[in-house]
Nanobody
């Protein structure tokens, strides 16, 4: 059973890049067949899938965020990272890291975009 922990700045200024890290423990992120996802929930709204990176390093993105999102991995640290460029107030949300294959989720981290 894997454990996931999100980390990153809780406050980001508009137009800056929102960067988050998901540290995975309990197994290697390169083992088959994990699908490491970033999902967010804006205040008062439902869950929104941002994208995922597969166990073998292939990223996939939501069409609505594809132009701004980048998901990568650091296999030496067993971490998944999310970068969201040109942040706006609409990016304010609780951000979750999850493996959609096993339905293991992190606790989530609040990110607020504000000047």
């Amino acid at each position: 059973q894997v454990q996931l922990q999100e980390s990153g700045p809780g406050l980001v200024k508009p137009s800056q890049t929102l960067s988050l890290t998901c540290t995975v423990s309990g197994d290697s992120i390169t083992n088959a067949y994990y699908y490491w996802s970033w999902i967010r929930q804006p205040p008062g709204k439902g869950l929104e899938w941002i994208g995922h990176i597969t166990y073998n390093g292939n990223p996939f993105y939501s069409p609505s965020l594809k132009s701004r999102a980048s998901i990568s991995r650091d296999t030496s640290k067993n971490q998944i990272t999310l970068q969201l460029n040109s942040a706006t107030h609409e990016d304010t949300a609780v951000y979750y890291c999850a493996d959609i294959a096993t339905s293991e989720w992190g606790q989530g981290t609040q990110v607020t975009v504000s000047s």
